[in-house]
Every structure is written in C-alpha cells, then in structure tokens.
C-alpha cells in the first residue's frame, strides 16, 4: 500500500450516481437524471472535509453513494485501501461498520417506538453479542460524552427537543466506534441557538473519538467552523477543492465567489459586494453542454459552452474546474 493511500481514509474516484428516467407505455429508460456526476476526493484520516452547494447538487447523493445506501452508476469508492464499491452482503456489512451516518432530521430518524436506550444500543447488536449489563453501562457512559443525561435511556425520542434528539442521533452513530461518520445537514433543521452546541459537541468528539468526517452542509458559515477543507459542488459535480483558508480568501471559481459574497459581514463599515447569479439552476436531467455553470456565469467564453472544464490544481492544495485558469 503506498504512502496516499495509508494516509487517506477516504477516495472517492469519478464517482456517478444517475437516476434512470422511465417514460412512454412501456416505461422505458429515456434519459438520466445526473445526481453526481464524475465527482473525486480525498479524505486523510482524523481530517474533516466540507461539503457545500445550494439544494439539488448532489451532496447528500455524494454520502449517500459512499455509505452504500444507494448503488453508484460508476466510478470508485477505496475506504481504507479496499474499493467497497462493488460490495454486496456479508462483506459490505462487515465494512460498514466502520462508517456512520448522522441524519438531517432528528424527528424522522429516530424510531419513535423504542426507548433511546434500545436505539443507540440497536447497532452494537446487530454486530456483537455482548454482556447487556456492561452494555447498557457503555450506552449511559455515552449519553453522557455526547450531552445527554444517565435517565434518557429510559425515554422515548418525543419526550426531547430536536438538539436533544440530534445528539442521540450522533449517539447511535458512534455506537460502534466508527472511522468515518458522514453528518447529512446535521444542523439545518435544529434552532440557530442550539446549532453551536451540536457544532461544538462533533468537534469534541472528533478529538476524543479520533473520527474522520465528510461534512455535509448549505451554511458556508457553518462549514467554515466544521472544516480543514472545503469542496464545492453545482449541479452534481465538484467545482473547486480547498483549504478553508484559501477557500474563504481567495475563491477562485465564480460560483464559489458568489456563495461567499452572500455571507452577511458582522463589522457594518467593511464593504462588501454582492455578486447575483442570474438565471436557475439547470435541471440535472437536461444539464447544459461544456461547463455546468456558463448560463449564469459573467466570465464565460465560447469555450465553456463547448467543453466541459476537469478539477485540476491551479495553486498547492487548490483545485478549480474552470476554463478561466
């Protein structure tokens, strides 16, 4: 194994994702609708990586396909050095183990029926079989890492407020002691109040626990706190990766630029200008020819509606799909 690989926890090569469009009386395939679109990225072990983009670009599709809950079109996912995308049965569900997920709704992805004691404890099962006793003392021992009281075991998930139930969703998702843990918009549907607690609680963990994570997110603000790195996609494919430094510094893909001037700026007497995209998203089933972004772009060239731009490293640790550089 070579030196990337044993650092990278995470490498997602040319990953694609499409839905097939089925149409007429026989209900044949007639098109595609293209979710992710020939997306590649690395994560290093202990490192968080931010996923950012407005509804619709393919993000949750992107963790979704690396979880394996939804079957990739094409393309390579090698966690910890082994390619689990072709993966089925017993060998994917021994891998999986090792990677989590924290849903975006803390209402719908808990199961109102068990007692939260039963929830968190629920994947430890599937996988071990263990002491119950020295179990369901780990479980309360875990409550309590992630802000929760000993007694909340023994209740059910209506009886907590959405932060409350959010940490047991990211409860349940250390259970097993994952390597990697995909957090879907964990914040987005929680209080402005609450979300710097449950930001701070998965900054804590990361630390204590050693985990990686594939941030997902469409605050730029809150993806700056969470991550080391940045990535940015429109319309179901990566159109610039870097640190969060240079990222927030010194955007070099127009459609970045125009997320970041849409951050509001705290101090009143520093100017800032807005920059307005014109038009709609394009529909990923019908995308434009050449670069995704050239019918909203104010820089396009005749070239960008011809020819569609690849991710390549324009400065160190700075990558950018787009004919400008």
């Known amino acids: 194994m070579n030196t990337t690989q044993q650092e990278n926890l995470l490498e997602v090569n040319n990953l694609k994702t ?22 590649s990225f690395e994560i290093k072990k202990g490192e968080t990586l931010g996923l950012v983009g407005e509804s619709g670009c393919g993000k949750s599709t992107t963790g979704r396909t690396i979880l394996q809950l939804q079957n990739a079109t094409e393309g390579e996912i090698i966690f910890n050095g082994e390619d689990i995308s072709q993966l089925r049965g017993g060998k994917l569900r021994k891998i999986r183990r090792d990677f989590q997920m924290i849903f975006q709704d803390p209402y719908s992805s808990l199961n109102p029926k068990q007692m939260v004691g039963d929830i968190i404890s629920e994947p430890v099962l599937n996988y ?30 209506h009886e907590f407020s959405g932060g409350q139930r959010q940490r047991i969703g990211i409860a349940r998702a250390l259970a097993l002691r ?24 998965l900054k804590e963990l990361q630390e204590q626990f050693d985990l990686t994570y594939l941030f997902i997110a ?18 179901g494919g990566l159109v610039e990766i870097a640190d969060k430094e240079s990222m927030y510094e010194e955007p070099l893909h ?9 951050i509001p700026e705290p101090d009143p007497r ?36 011809q020819k569609k731009p690849i991710l390549k490293e324009v400065k160190s640790g700075h990558q950018v799909a787009c004919h400008l550089y």
């Open 270 to 305: 520093k100017k800032t200008e807005r920059i307005i995209l014109q038009g709609d998203v394009p529909s990923p089933a019908n995308p434009p020819t050449g670069c995704p972004f050239h019918p909203r772009c104010a820089h396009a060239k005749p070239e960008c509606k």
């Open 218 to 235: 469409h605050d730029l603000s809150v993806v700056k706190h969470m991550s080391d790195r940045i990535g940015v996609m429109y319309l």
């Open 18 to 39: 499409y839905y097939p469009i089925k149409g007429g009386i026989l209900q044949r395939t007639v098109g595609h609708v293209k979710a992710v679109d020939d997306v």
């Open 178 to 201: 994952p390597k990697l843990i995909i957090a879907d918009e964990p914040v987005s549907a929680l209080d402005v109040s609450v979300q710097s607690q449950v930001l701070n609680l």
């Open 254 to 262: 127009p459609y970045t630029q125009a997320l970041i001037s849409a």
């Open 128 to 157: 071990e079989r263990v002491n119950k006793k020295k179990l369901k003392e780990e479980m309360m021992d875990l409550l309590i890492k992630v802000g929760l009281p000993h007694d909340a075991y023994y209740k059910y998930p």
